[in-house]
């Protein structure tokens, strides 16, 4: 008889540790799964996050922007070692600055033309005889608005008798508009060439004789306190051909305001001192007058003047740097607002400014230069 021997080995029950250790795997495993889904989320959120943040940055930004930047406080660069130099060229600079800061001599070179009086034609020229004149040498505003371009060789010294008899209103203000539109620009460049000229010598390390008194005369005409440069860089700028244009029509009717006429006054300032023109409607205790000149480019001087230097108009300088920082092109309708002290009527004439602005389209003639006469004129506008 065959003895069976039992294999146990065989036949033996698996191991119970061996089942647990099966089973703390599992339980690892789908942990670490768990965790894989987890990451993935918390990745998955973090990313769209992210692009939604590039998509919102740009809004952000210019809600910033518009809501902040003219809290901006303007600093003046201007080298230190410069101020020092200017302050030592003048023990008397004291008192010029107490001169120029109330503003009273300001006005005083005004209507004394050394050199352009010598080239200015005083007679009074008939409207058929200037419209004569323009088509003769192709001035028309059309070509001005195409080519952006304006020959100041045009330029009047007196508005013509017959502006009020000119009955077509568009007419009329075409003619208005040609007569002043030269003598504006003119104006605005030589600013221009005197702001360049002016950070020119504010950029450099060492300044001549001349240019120190070029400045300390810049720094008189603009009635600046205390030598201070940064004023004296918002202050020395232009003024929008648009809003001068809208000024001059709304001061005199397009023309044909008795103070336009017989005094050249294109803006209608006053004067409590210097030669002017009584409103007839004014009390009879009132001593002021609207300001008189002997040509109409004097006119357009002394209105730059006034807003470049008064108080009155601090915050419509302080707008203007501010757009001059945040770009090169001036906004004639966002710094109309700022002159609501011009006129009696208040935040009504800034409306009644913009109409003006928009109806006639002036905005046009913002970007539009002299003629130039010389490749050196060329380059410096």
Avoid: C
């Amino acid at each position: 008889m065959v003895k069976k021997i039992r294999n146990d080995a065989i036949f033996k029950k698996p191991s119970t540790e061996k089942n647990k250790v099966s089973k703390k795997e599992i339980k690892i495993f789908n942990e670490n799964k768990k965790n894989e889904y987890k990451s993935f989320y918390k990745f998955s959120i973090a990313s769209v996050i992210l692009i939604f943040s590039f998509f919102l940055l740009p809004s952000i930004v210019k809600y910033f922007d518009d809501n902040f930047v003219k809290n901006k406080t303007i600093v003046n660069v201007s080298k230190k070692n410069f101020e020092l130099i200017l302050n030592k060229q003048n023990n008397k600079i004291g008192e010029l600055e107490d001169k120029s800061s109330n503003l009273e001599n300001i006005f005083n070179d005004i209507d004394v033309f050394s050199s352009d009086e010598e080239n200015t034609n005083t007679s009074r020229l008939s409207a058929s005889t200037i419209e004569q004149l323009y088509q003769d040498t192709n001035y028309n505003l059309k070509t001005v608005k195409e080519t952006k371009l304006v020959n100041i060789g045009n330029n009047l010294d007196h508005l013509p008798k017959e502006m009020k008899s000119i009955e077509n209103i568009k007419k009329r203000k075409n003619l208005f508009i040609q007569i002043v539109l030269p003598l504006i620009i003119e104006e605005n460049t030589k600013i221009k060439l005197d702001r360049k000229k002016l950070f020119v010598i504010l950029n450099k390390n060492n300044n001549t004789t001349s240019e120190i008194e070029w400045l300390r005369k810049k720094i008189k005409q603009y009635g600046v306190a205390n030598n201070d440069l940064s004023t004296l860089k918002i202050r020395m700028d232009e003024i929008p051909v648009s809003l001068a244009i809208a000024q001059a029509a709304k001061e005199t009717g397009w023309g044909t305001s008795r103070f336009a006429q017989k005094g050249n006054a294109l803006f209608g300032q006053w004067t409590w001192s210097g030669d002017g023109i009584k409103p007839a409607g004014a009390d009879s205790n009132s001593t002021h007058k609207v300001a008189s000149f002997k040509v109409l480019k004097a006119s357009v001087k002394a209105y730059q003047r006034n807003l470049n230097t008064h108080s009155s108009y601090k915050k419509f300088r302080k707008e203007r740097a501010i757009q001059r920082d945040n770009s090169e092109n001036l906004n004639s309708l966002e710094l109309v607002k700022y002159l609501d002290k011009y006129a009696e009527t208040g935040v009504e004439y800034t409306k009644i400014l913009s109409k003006i602005i928009i109806q006639n389209s002036l905005i046009e003639f913002d970007d539009v230069k002299i003629l130039p006469t010389s490749k050196k004129l060329k380059n410096l506008i």
